[in-house]
T-cell receptor, first 112, second 113 residues
Framework: KNQVEQSPQSLIILEGKNCTLQ??????????LRWYKQDTGRGPVSLTI?????NTKSNGRYTATLDADTKQSSLHITASQLSDSASYIC???????????FGAGTILRVKS | EAQVTQNPRYLITVTGKKLTVTCSQN?????MSWYRQDPGLGLRQIYY???????DKGDVPEGYKVSRKEKRNFPLILESPSPNQTSLYFC????????????FGPGTRLLVL
């Protein structure tokens, strides 16, 4: 069964610190892996997208990595800001079919 | 402005009273989808549509109906809502299928008493 598991479930860090969120998946084969950011009360917004052949993708202070051999991805946030407080969702697109596989998300809170 | 809109944003209703949540996109996207989001469970797909008059079940379709008569609109219908359908609902669209980036609406928070 296709699954995406994210860890930790929640995380609190101080403003200015770095953090790394994890995503483990069983989807195989897959087309791409995305990280979405979802602010409280709003719809998710795409942060990064990586195809199965890419290892890393950056978007400002956000850097996603992908290891297709171990079926793991991570999202690294550098020099966190209060506005980074949100839920981060890992989504994998299977190579076949029309259904995405969503992780449950990691809730990040950045404190001043 | 390119966007996905949903209405209403908040809704309180009672068990059994039919309701419709509208979704509209102005990006000429072919793919549209409905999700529900519950604490600890993440986003779960209810229904999706690859194009006009083409709809298919997602992972949690029970108790919901959809239609896609026009490209831009994809309403979600709850014929007889029940309390277990209390949730946060999102509509999303993408240009040509789930492999492409989906754009999400602002969400509809539904409470069924």
């Amino acid at each position: 069964k296709n699954q995406v598991e994210q860890s930790p479930q929640s995380l609190i860090i101080l403003e200015g610190k770095n953090c790394t969120l994890q995503c483990n998946y069983t989807v195989s084969p897959f087309s791409n892996l995305r990280w979405y950011k979802q602010d409280t009360g709003r719809g998710p917004v795409s942060l990064t997208i990586m195809t199965f052949s890419e290892n890393t993708k950056s978007n400002g202070r956000y850097t996603a990595t992908l290891d297709a051999d171990t079926k793991q991805s991570s999202l690294h946030i550098t020099a966190s800001q209060l506005s980074d407080s949100a839920s981060y969702i890992c989504v994998v697109t299977p190579a076949y079919g029309n259904k995405l596989v969503f992780g449950a998300g990691t809730i990040l809170r950045v404190k001043s | 402005e390119a966007q996905v809109t949903q209405n209403p944003r908040y809704l309180i209703t009672v068990t059994g009273k039919k309701l419709t949540v509208t979704c509209s996109q102005n990006m000429n996207h072919e793919y549209m989808s409905w999700y529900r989001q519950d604490p600890g469970l993440g986003l779960r797909q209810i229904y999706y549509s690859m194009n006009v008059e083409v709809t298919d079940k997602g992972d949690v379709p029970e108790g919901y109906k959809v239609s896609r008569k026009e490209k831009r609109n994809f309403p979600l219908i709850l014929e007889s809502p029940s309390p277990n359908q209390t949730s946060l609902y999102f509509c999303a669209s993408s240009f040509n299928g789930p492999v492409e980036t989906q754009y999400f609406g602002p969400g509809t928070r539904l409470l069924v008493l």
